[in-house]
Structures are given as C-alpha cells and as structure tokens.
C-alpha cells in the first residue's frame, strides 16, 4: 500500500521499496510462490565461526569489519550483523540459483546502530547491481525492506546482506528474516485509492508547479522574447506566449540557467549598452538583449516569482552580492544602477541560488564538497549583507556526502537545496524510447524524494530545510558534445553542427503520453511530499522539452502542458493521506503499480479533487474510489486527458490531438473505468 503522509511515506521507502510491491492486490503477489529460496533465512543455524549457507566477504576495509550473529533477532533467537568502527564495505552472501527470465522478490528485515559514511545498509546482488533494496542509516529499529526484479539470463545469484559501500561505512547493522522468493505476475486491472480523512490533509507548496528558462535554443530568444515579431508586444515578449503560460498558473520562474548561468555575468545584461559575449556552455554567441531588467519585468506581467540562479562557477562571491544589491537594494553603487536603469523601486527578488550543478564536471567552475560547502557559506554571507530578507538555495546533490558536508558549514543560511533530474538521459543521443520504456520511470522521482528525505533527516535539518527540485523533466535535453567550458571558434562547423543538433528536442512526435503521465506522477510525488519538497520547476518551461512549443507563427501546447494546467487549475490545495492499491504493471525487468493517485482537498474537507493515472498502454482500470470512508456513487465531474493513443502528441498541423476532455465519469459501489493512458481530475464534492 502506499499511503502519502510523511510516516507512511518513510514506511513506503522502508517497507516496500522502489518497485511498490505492497501495492498490488495480495492476491496478485501470493500467486505460485515456491517459498523462500535463501538458506537459513532466520539465521538461526550456526556453523564453526560462522552462519550456515553464508559467506563473509568484503570489498575494502577487510580488516575492520566484524561479522557475527547477534545473540536476540527479529524472530527467534538470532540475526546476523556487521560492525565496523574504521570503515568497511562488507556483506553477508548466499549464493542461490534461481530461474531465468523470472520475477523474484528480495526482502529482509534490517536494524542499525549509528550506521554513517557511505549508503547504509540493505540487500542487494552482487552479480546483478542494479537490484537493490533502499537503504538503512543511522540508528534505526527493525525495518523492512525490499524490492522486486527479473532475473534476466542470470541463473545464480549472490545474494548479500550489504553494509555501507566504498570502504567508508562505520556503525552496526543487524539483518533478519530476508527472503527471496519467484514471483508471478498476473495481470490486474484493479485499484483502490482511499482518501482519509481531513484531519490528516497537509497544505502544499504552489511553488512545485513552478518553471526554468535558460539562455539554451529557443527558450528566450524566439521563445518568450522575439523582438520585432508581428506576434511580440512593445518590450519583445510575445503576446501567444505570456497569454498560454498564464494558463499554467505558473508560481516562480528559475532564470538564466542551468550550465548558462556558470559562464555569465549579470551586468553583461544590464544597462543601455550591451555587448555580445561568448556563451561558453553552449557554443553560441549571447546577445545580452534579455538580462535581468527584461526577465523581471517577464516576472511581473505574468505574476511570476522571479528565481535568480547566481554564477557560482567563473563568476565571484563580490559579483554574486552585487546581483542582489541591484536588484533589492536601496543604496549603493549597484542599487543607483538600477535606478539609473529606470527602476527606482527594489524588485524585492526573494529566492536565489547559489549556483547550479557545481557538483559536476561537465560544468563551469566544477567544485568537489570540500571547496563548494565553504564557498556557499562565503556567497551566502556576502548576500544575506546586501539583503537579510532573501531566501537561498545552493547547488546539491540527493547524496549524504553532499548533503552532509554541505549543510554542517552552510545549513544555517540556507532554506532550500537544489536538485536536479532528467530520468531518460538523451543529451547525446536524441532517441525516442517507447511509451513503456518512459512510464517504467514514473516511480523515480519518488525514490529520489524518498531518499532526499532520509538524508535530510539524518542531517537533522529536516522540516527547516526543504527541497528545490529546480529542475526536472522525463527527458534530459539534447546538446551532444555540450556543455563546454571553452570554444575557440563559433564559426567551426563542428561547433555549429553540433548547435544545430539542439533542434532535435522540438520534434513534436517525442512528446507524448508519456510525458503527460509521467509529469503527474512528478507532481503526485511531490505532492505525498508535501512536507518537504517546497518547490519544482519543469526544465524548461518553454521550447527545448518544455510543454509549450513556441514556433515563429504560434505555440503548440504539448501533452505535459495539460498536466500541468489540470494540476495548478484543478487540485484543492491540501493533500489528503491516499492510500493507493493497483494491480501490477510489468515491462522489461521493472513492475509499477498501474495506477498512481493523490487525492486534495480544501481547507473544510467540503471538497476534493483526485487526481487519478491509469499507466497502462491498451487497458481501462476498474478503479475503486473511496473518500472518508464512503465509496463514490453516482456521476462525478471529470476532466481527462487520454490521447487517441499512448503515443498521441500534439503538432502545428494537429495541435489538439491531445487536449483535456471535460467529462463525467459513473461510479457504482464506489467503482468507475479509468480510460487506458489516461490522467483524470475528478472533483468530488463533500461526501
Ligand atoms: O540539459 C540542460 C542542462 O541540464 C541545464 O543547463 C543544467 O542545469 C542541467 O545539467
């Protein structure tokens, strides 16, 4: 079961594992089960110095591990544990043979004790990596964990109860009752969604429908702002434009960038005489006719949050105060540039971050945590001096050993954490997966929250600090043999070839389905995290993979643009505790629930909005939907967006091919068909 408060969710991540086994019908997992396949699963028999049926190792730290059975257990009377005060990467394994081509699932009970370092303890196999349950830190109490796979051409498999990773895990960690049993998978064509009662509703965060623009292709410069276009308004911002984002309801806006942002310096793009620089991220020459000035005046017209991302690769501490001086201050020397600019009044820009993916080598001004935590704290500083009042954000990963270190030196300052991801990587190679392959990724980024989540816990800033997921989409953008630090000659035409390559990411046809489902279950994600994710920002808004195509004679609202709409329109603005039950949905070696929801409601618990995902390509979903305790009867207000097809899309010859349908759906004893590849609202008025 999946259910969306914040102890359920940890539960969730704990008890169930990214493959969200616990979701289906009991009767789907239960179903020709042969039992347990690991020896001694209970660890109760011993032999000389060790357990029968497994095997001690480790990969580093060798001489400090300590294995050994503890003498109390789960069950029975023992578990098996692992120690280390100096820093180990160690296991207890089996060795089993299993069937190829077969669903199995790994689960286990885990304990730990001051368990720090590298990533804690779980199960994982050792000849298949990528299977692996989520993991155990710091001081926790029995916890279960698992996770499902398919054994692939695999016919043995070594099966370890895992502690830490690269020789870095200190602490204790204790395993129980672990399992590894073939399971079938039958289809099911059923769900349950229960939304309780409002007691337990949690106010979310507007800022997660949030958006990003980059100085990249056509998201500025014959995006939002094409100057001298019959369509453009006096300042160049084009009218179709700003009139279709309005229908977004789109909180903030994250500007300049990205990898842009680490090569370029804001006072570049103010002022009456600008001058042409080299972008050196992407390998095109930056006109500067849209900086600061221009962005917040976007801001303004559409009631946008302006979100400053400062240059915290080539750029300065000095330069990054002087940013927010300009555009909050009253007095000083960048203050009276503003003015000078024709802005008297301070913009009063209330979140900034410091810098953007520093973390990674491909950007400008790479910084490993040891020289970017005390850079934040530097930057940090300097820019709550020029204005106390801003909120900030700094460049992170969902990573303890980013976090942590991060957070020990500049967690006093910050209110957010930034991070970022792109579940289809296609920066190089601009492919088109199918819709399976793309709706497999829709459970990832509620791992990854889930996983932020327990970091932040351990730092012991949770609830203080929240989340920026200041961008995120299905598909990373393409720009093969981007972004650079360098480019000797624009005029190279491996350079410009390479630039033109960009066009690739506006082909209408990737955009489908699959992005509309998968951008829900984003927002459903952030929504169950609703304690702690605070902000999202769809990378990009316009152009590029964003969801409104802007073209020379008008915009085409893509699939994800309607998510998006229905999401900021339609939801109430609580988020109720949703349990979640749905057949399984297999495809290559991963199972997902077949549907995911989140029901919302207002403040009185008189009206609620469910928002419902059927995932399955060709097959409708008999969904139950019951709301404090009452099944829905009757004939409900629906909006939906299906598509004729899975891979449906919208283009400048069809542009409304998909678009949402208000409709309405009947319920009997609580149950109504969800159309396949489908995304329904449904409002519900108080039962
Ligand atoms: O692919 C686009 C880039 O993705 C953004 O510039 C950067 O922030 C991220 O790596």
Request: hydrophobic content about 40%; glycine content about 8%; overall charge negative.
């Given at each position: 079961m999946r259910k969306n408060t914040p102890i359920a969710l940890l539960g969730l991540m704990a008890t169930v594992g990214p493959l969200v086994v616990g979701a289906w019908p009991a009767a789907t997992q239960a179903a020709a089960s042969a039992g347990n396949l690991l020896p001694n699963p209970s660890f109760e028999e011993d032999t000389v110095g060790g357990i029968r049926g497994w095997n001690s190792q480790a990969w580093s730290g060798?001489?400090?591990?300590?294995?050994?059975?503890?003498?109390?257990?789960?069950?029975?009377?023992?578990?098996?544990?692992?120690?280390?005060?100096?820093g180990s990467d160690a296991a207890w394994?089996?060795?089993?043979?299993?069937?190829?081509?077969?669903?199995?699932?790994?689960?286990?009970w885990i304990r730990t004790q001051d368990l720090r370092g590298a990533v804690g303890a779980l199960l994982n196999i050792q000849n298949m990596q990528h299977v692996r349950t989520p993991a155990v830190t710091g001081t926790t109490d029995w916890t279960q964990v698992s996770t499902v796979f398919r054994t692939g051409t695999a016919t043995e498999l070594e099966i370890n109860c895992l502690f830490g990773g690269?020789?870095?895990?200190?602490?204790?960690?204790?395993?129980?009752?672990?399992?590894?049993?073939?399971?079938?998978?039958?289809?099911?064509?059923?769900?349950?969604?229960?939304?309780?009662?409002?007691a337990e509703t949690t106010p979310y965060s507007p800022m997660i429908f949030g958006g990003f623009l980059e100085h990249f292709g056509r998201q500025i410069y014959g995006g939002v702002f094409e100057p001298g276009s019959s369509l453009a308004d006096e300042n160049g911002l084009r009218k179709d434009v700003v009139k279709a984002l309005r229908e977004l309801k789109v909180p903030i806006v994250r500007w300049p960038g990205g990898c842009y942002v680490s090569g370029y310096h804001w006072e570049d793009g103010v002022g009456k005489s600008r001058t042409p620089t080299d972008d050196m991220a992407w390998g095109v020459i930056e006109p500067h006719?849209?900086?600061?000035?221009?962005?917040v005046a976007l801001c303004r017209l559409l009631g946008w949050?302006?979100?400053?991302?400062?240059?915290?690769?080539?750029?300065?501490?000095?330069e990054m105060r002087a940013w927010v001086e300009y555009c909050n201050g009253r007095d000083g020397r960048f203050a009276q540039r503003r003015k000078d600019n024709g802005h008297e009044e301070p913009w009063n820009v209330k979140i900034w971050s410091i810098g953007n993916e520093n973390w990674g080598q491909h950007e400008i001004g790479y910084k490993p945590i040891e020289q970017w935590a005390p850079l934040v704290l530097e930057a940090a500083q300097a820019m709550k001096a020029a204005d106390p009042t801003i909120q900030l954000t700094a460049a992170a990963l969902p990573t303890r050993e980013w976090t942590l270190p991060l957070l020990k030196q500049a967690g006093p300052y910050l209110d957010y954490l930034s991070i970022h991801s792109y579940w289809l990587g296609l920066w190089q190679d601009n492919q088109m997966p199918d819709y399976l392959t793309c709706i497999m990724k829709s459970e990832g980024p509620e791992e990854l929250i889930a996983n932020y989540v327990q970091v932040l816990r351990e730092s012991g800033y949770r609830g203080r600090i929240k989340i920026a997921f200041d961008e995120w989409n299905l598909r990373g953008w393409h720009h093969p043999g981007f972004p650079r630090k360098t480019v000797q000659d624009y005029n190279d035409p491996e350079v410009k070839r390479l630039v033109a390559a960009r066009e690739k990411n506006l082909i209408p046809s990737q955009y489908t389905m699959a992005?509309?489902?998968?951008?829900?279950?984003?927002?459903?994600?952030?929504?169950?995290?609703?304690?702690?994710?605070?902000?999202?920002?769809?990378?990009?808004?316009?152009?590029?993979?964003?969801p409104l195509y802007v073209h020379r004679q008008g915009i085409v609202r893509r699939t994800h643009f309607h998510t998006m709409a229905m999401y900021a329109n339609l939801l109430r603005p609580r988020v109720a505790e949703t349990t979640v039950a749905a057949g399984p949905l297999a495809h290559v070696d991963r199972i997902i629930p077949l549907v995911d929801a989140i029901a919302t409601t207002d403040g009185t618990g008189s009206s609620w909005a469910i928002a419902l995902v059927n995932r399955h390509p060709s097959q409708e979903v008999a969904c139950t939907v019951t709301i404090r305790d009452v099944p829905l009867e009757g004939l409900y207000q629906t909006t939906m967006l299906s598509g004729d097809s899975p891979d449906a899309y919208n283009d400048i010859e069809h542009p409304n091919r998909v678009a949402p349908e208000r409709t309405q759906m009947t319920f009997r004893q609580g149950t109504g068909k969800l159309p396949p590849h489908s995304l329904t609202i449904l409002a519900v008025p108080a039962p």
């Open positions: 060798q001489a400090d591990a300590r294995w050994s059975v503890a003498s109390s257990g789960r069950t029975g009377n023992r578990a098996a544990t692992i120690r280390s005060e100096r394994t089996a060795t089993v043979t299993v069937r190829p081509e077969t669903f199995y699932k790994l689960s286990g690269w020789g870095a895990s200190t602490g204790q960690a204790w395993y129980d009752d672990v399992s590894l049993e073939p399971i079938s998978i039958r289809e099911e064509l059923t769900a349950t969604v229960t939304g309780a009662a409002d006719t849209f900086g600061t000035d221009e962005f949050e302006p979100y400053i991302c400062n240059n915290a690769g080539n750029g300065t501490v000095e992005d509309a489902l998968f951008s829900a279950s984003f927002f459903n994600a952030c929504l169950r995290h609703a304690d702690d994710v605070a902000m999202a920002n769809i990378a990009p808004l316009v152009n590029t993979r964003g």
